[in-house]
């Protein structure tokens, strides 16, 4: 993911978590607000529940490679938080792909039909 779709600012992160609206699923937890940059911007989030050092970068690893794709065909800039959770560095790519592209439908950020399994 190119550092221009990446939220690296402390301040960008809380303003995210504070003023966003939140979406959960049992794998992570998706946070979106109003975009402040020209582009869409995302988070990644894993925390010291998802595991040690070697499974924590794995994971957004695994979820920037997720939502790299999604970026740059959002019409309208949005930051959001993508958020693992407990279980996300145990189950397999698979279910944590559907898991981000469930949630992106959920906020609206992209419709069903822009998924296609295998992509």
Do not use: W
């Not at 970068?57 to 979820?63: F, G």
């Not at 959770?85 to 069903?112: H, M, Y």
């Amino acid at each position: 993911m190119k550092r221009k779709f990446r939220l690296t600012q402390t301040n960008d992160f809380k303003r995210v978590r504070h003023t966003g609206r939140s979406y959960a699923h049992p794998l992570a937890v998706l946070v979106c607000a109003k975009g402040l940059a020209e582009n869409s911007r995302a988070g990644i989030i894993a925390t010291r529940s998802v595991g040690g050092a070697v499974e924590r970068n794995r994971v957004k690893r695994q979820l920037r490679a997720i939502i790299a794709p999604y970026l740059s065909e959002l019409k309208d800039p949005i930051d959001f938080l993508l958020i693992a959770r407990e279980r996300t560095s145990q189950v397999q790519f698979q279910e944590i792909q559907a898991a981000v592209v469930e949630l992106l439908g959920k906020a609206g950020l992209i419709g069903s039909n822009n998924y296609r399994p295998g992509r």
